[in-house]
C-alpha cells in the first residue's frame, strides 16, 4: 500500500466521526444557544476523538469496518457527549 492509500484509507476510516463531530458542534451555534464552559476547539476535539475510538472499538469488536451497530454507538456516544458538555454551561 502506497503512503497516499494509505492516508486516503484513514481519512475514509475517519470520515464518519468528522461529520457527526462537525453537525453536533455546528448546530447548536447556528440557533445561537452559546458556549459551553470548555473551548470550543476542545469541544470539537473531545467529539472526534471520541467518535474515533467507537469507530475502533467497533473495528476491533467486530473484526471489519463498516457495521451498523457502530455508527448507531458513534451517534450515540457523539452525541450524549455533545449533550453533556452543553449542559455543564
Not at 19 to 24: D, H, I, M, N
Not at 32 to 61: D, I, P, Q, S
Request: no cysteine; aromatic share 14%; net charge positive.
Amino acid at each position: 500500500m502506497t503512503p497516499w492509500a494509505f492516508l486516503v484509507h484513514i481519512a475514509s476510516f475517519m470520515a464518519p466521526a468528522l461529520f457527526v463531530a462537525g453537525v453536533l458542534w455546528t448546530a447548536p451555534r447556528l440557533r445561537r444557544a452559546g458556549r459551553a464552559r470548555l473551548g470550543a476547539r476542545l469541544e470539537a476535539f473531545m467529539l472526534v476523538v471520541a467518535g474515533v475510538v467507537v469507530l475502533l472499538a467497533g473495528l476491533v469488536f467486530f473484526g471489519r469496518d463498516g457495521k451498523i451497530a457502530t455508527y448507531a454507538a458513534l451517534v450515540f456516544v457523539q452525541g450524549t457527549l455533545a449533550w453533556w458538555l452543553h449542559r455543564r454551561r
